[in-house]
């Protein structure tokens, strides 16, 4: 029974700022809608915060920016008429109403959980009607990976500090993708490329149109080409080739082909269907966006964000797509007829599948409750959207629409033609041509798979003459070619994001921050123009250093393992503490023997004599990278940084002359990023700040502004950071006041700073 309170109003609390705007507007007057900004509480960041003695029980602190939230949400709540928690729709959702709960100190009777997949006024009214209390088992499963990822850094980090060097961390999901791109760069290096030949042969039909190609694929009784299985860590890799390993292996089957006859062994004709892809899903969607749009898995993840929590289209703020965290295909009923009636309106009847086209997950512990990623109103066209929206959002709200569209249309129909050739004889010598027609286009109309313009197989396939079995053709051209195989190649987020999903490595919503800390922890680094993955030395050093001693957690099984027993625990059929004492027994027995024999790897000896001494270099590594030091060191401070390629890192030319020795001012690239230094290093040490464009930074200090801070009241001062001015609070740290200036109130701030120190 709700209690009498003095404005009566219905207090609704979600995530993010931008859904308390767009909620507002469409819950009306008779609610006040506040956000949490994301979590609450958590784990305190200078201590494990675990108690592992006592059932794992953790301590949680409230978050810097909670502090001052809650001094506005308890009044909010204690006089509310009724609490509605409205968190994100899956565990981190439930657990940050539970922490809510918890900190507000909120009774059992006086809130209500509920949740929507997509941001409208149709889904939110309708989620007040299946209110329900907190799930504690999903707020279970949350607690139980924050708490097993807490350990395994807590205990790990450390180690790697002991026995490579400080500064590095490790962790249950982020090692496991480390160790995929580590043992890729080995298997790169170590594959033995091999040369191989293919032969095509030109034909014709005496007075038929067109002229066709076909290749050999027998010779002699045997397949031409051949498939080598090698065994890789994460997946098997396929390389083809053909029995013809040099070109003078061609010779007698082209003199065989110029003999002739060559007749027409068989004609296959047949008719294929190709079914549209399922809608998005979190992994779909990036890599689809990587590969379509080039964007990253972050920048995906982030535009996703404003589509699903509201874009201002003329005067109200509309969600546009549904979750963008989730692993189901699942589409509602009412949505598939609202989309199958668009279908035939648009692009007519024919386009609508007989039957609905329903899809089942294939990923590993995927939540079936959830919706897929798609708009929430497919009459809400990508042109009609336009306008509204920006460049990026737009990209990536036409992929989802296009996408999904597809997905409800009818599957796309060829006529496929296959005509078998014999030179001589079936038995000596048997050529093939392959020919494809699209018969109706269905979903390929509005959406592309790439599998199908990487292979070939759309509507540009070869178009092939009338033939029947028993005609004899006339060779015109023979024409051979050489190839090598490849290795396997360099992973891409795409593809990365694909293996770590095939595998149950982790879950949607942490596929971008894996990849982004590992990027920033400098264990893979991204190449420049291909932006391929690649793992670092550093990376290689520390995932060989953990897998010969924490076998289970480096593995990829047992980190899908988890995954399950974490979905187990979300159902209600395993409790959290039972799974962490699983774990901890025989991760504390591998901590204490890495402790004892893991070894720290040794500098190497290189060739590259040390340009302050000339004594031999050594090559070693630290978390900002690989780097040559002299062997006469502590005594001799030369060094040298590398890239990630190993090469030298050279500095950048400038028109500065140093100040204090006359020599020229070069930009070179610290742990704090670029900065100007002298070139005569290390006789003369003079360095200066840059700014975002490489200009150097005056170091008379920051320039005292006439501004006051709107916080404190102190006077604001023009500052300098990598990504260029902004003015701070001079009372920085008590008051840390940040505001962005444009480039002519700059310009102004500098001229009047010059002025007065050119009058004093």
């Given amino acids: 029974m709700a209690m009498t309170t003095r404005n009566g109003k219905k207090l609704v609390i979600v995530e993010s700022p931008t859904k308390q705007k767009t909620i507002s507007k469409i819950l009306g007057n008779e609610y006040i809608v506040r956000s949490s900004f994301g979590h609450v509480r958590d784990l305190p960041s200078k201590d494990i915060g675990v108690d592992i003695d006592h059932n794992f029980t953790p301590t949680y602190v409230p978050v810097e920016k909670a502090k001052r939230l809650l001094k506005e949400l308890e009044p909010l709540a204690k006089n509310a008429s009724e609490i509605y928690l409205a968190t994100d729709p899956d565990r981190e959702g439930e657990a940050i109403a539970w922490h809510l709960v918890e900190l507000l100190k909120i009774p059992q009777d006086r809130y209500q959980r509920i949740y929507f997949h997509e941001i409208t006024p149709a ?112 997946e098997d890799y396929k390389v083809k080739s053909t029995v013809f390993d040099k070109p003078e292996t061609l010779a007698p089957v082209s003199a065989l082909l110029r003999k002739g006859p060559n007749t027409v062994l068989k004609v296959e004709k047949k008719e294929v269907k190709q079914k549209p892809k399922p809608p998005f899903i979190t992994s779909s969607m990036q890599q689809d966006a990587y590969n379509k749009l080039g964007f990253s898995s972050q920048k995906t993840m982030m535009t996703a964000q404003h589509l699903y929590e509201g874009i201002e289209i003329s005067g109200q703020t509309v969600g546009l797509i549904t979750y963008m965290r989730t692993d189901s295909f699942n589409v509602s009923k009412l949505l598939q007829e609202q989309t199958q009636k668009f279908i035939a309106a648009k692009y007519g009847p024919d386009f609508v599948p007989a039957k609905a086209n329903i899809y089942k997950s294939k990923v590993m512990g995927a ?34 629409w296009l996408r999904f569209v597809a997905s409800q249309m009818a599957e796309a129909v060829f006529n496929t033609v296959t005509i078998d050739i014999a030179g001589e004889s079936a038995e000596k010598c048997v050529l093939r041509a392959t020919g494809r027609t699209v018969k109706f286009n269905g979903y390929l109309s509005i959406y592309r798979d790439d599998e199908d313009s990487a292979s070939g197989k759309d509507d540009s396939a070869a178009l092939l003459p009338a033939l029947t079995e028993g005609d004899t053709l006339t060779l015109v051209e023979l024409a051979s070619k050489g190839h090598k195989t490849t290795p396997p190649p360099c992973y891409n987020e795409a593809s990365l994001i694909k293996t770590l999903e095939k595998h149950g490595i982790g879950r949607p919503s942490t596929y971008a921050p894996t990849v982004k800390t590992i990027l920033d922890r400098k264990y893979i680094t991204r190449q420049p123009k291909t932006n391929k993955l690649v793992a670092t030395d550093l990376g290689i050093t520390v995932t060989d250093s953990l897998k010969d001693y924490f076998k289970e957690i480096m593995d990829l099984s047992y980190t899908a393992g988890v995954e399950e ?20 027994g025989p991760f504390k027995q591998e901590l204490d023997q890495a402790d004892k024999g893991m070894q720290r790897p040794g500098a190497k000896e290189t060739d590259e004599k040390c340009p302050l001494c000339g004594k031999m270099m050594l090559l070693k590594h630290s978390r900002f990278g690989q780097y040559l030091v002299c062997s006469g060191a502590p005594e001799c401070k030369g060094k040298i940084n590398l890239t990630s390629s190993g090469e030298k890192v050279q500095p950048e030319a400038t028109n500065e002359v140093c100040d204090k020795c006359g020599s020229p001012m070069v930009i070179r690239t610290g742990r704090r990023g670029k900065f100007m230094a002298c070139s005569a290093y290390p006789k003369c040490k003079n360095t200066y700040s840059v700014d975002a464009e490489g200009h150097k930074v005056a170091s008379a200090g920051p320039i005292i502004t006439e501004t006051l801070c709107d916080k404190c009241g102190k006077p604001m001062v023009l500052r300098s950071s990598k990504r260029g001015y902004f003015l701070g609070c001079s009372g920085y740290p008590k008051c840390k006041n940040i505001v962005n200036i444009s480039d002519e109130e700059i310009a102004k701030i500098k001229a009047a700073h010059e002025q007065k120190t050119a009058a004093k």
Avoid: C
């Fill in 123 to 234: 889904a939110i009214k309708e989620s007040f009607s299946h209110a329900r209390k907190i799930d504690l088992n999903l707020v279970d499963a949350q607690q139980a990976r924050r708490i097993l990822d807490r350990i395994v850094g807590y205990k790990l980090s450390p180690l790697l500090w002991k026995k490579i060097t400080s500064g590095l961390s490790a962790g249950r999901v982020q090692s496991v993708a480390v160790r995929l791109l580590a043992e890729r760069a080995k298997e790169i290096a170590a594959f033995q490329e091999k040369e191989y030949w293919t032969l095509n042969a030109q034909f014709e039909k005496p007075d038929t149109a067109p002229r066709f190609w076909a290749r050999v694929l027998k010779w002699n009784g045997k397949n031409v080409e051949q498939t080598t299985t090698y065994h890789l860590f994460a």
């Fill in 367 to 400: 939540q079936e409750a959830h919706e897929s990623i798609h708009p929430t109103d497919v009459n809400r066209t990508p042109q009609a959207m336009k306008p509204y929206l920006t460049a990026d959002q737009y990209k990536l709200y036409e992929l989802i």
């Fill in 565 to 584: 027993q974490l979905d187990k625990v979300a159902e209600g059929k395993e409790g959290w503490v039972g799974l962490l004492n699983g774990f901890y």
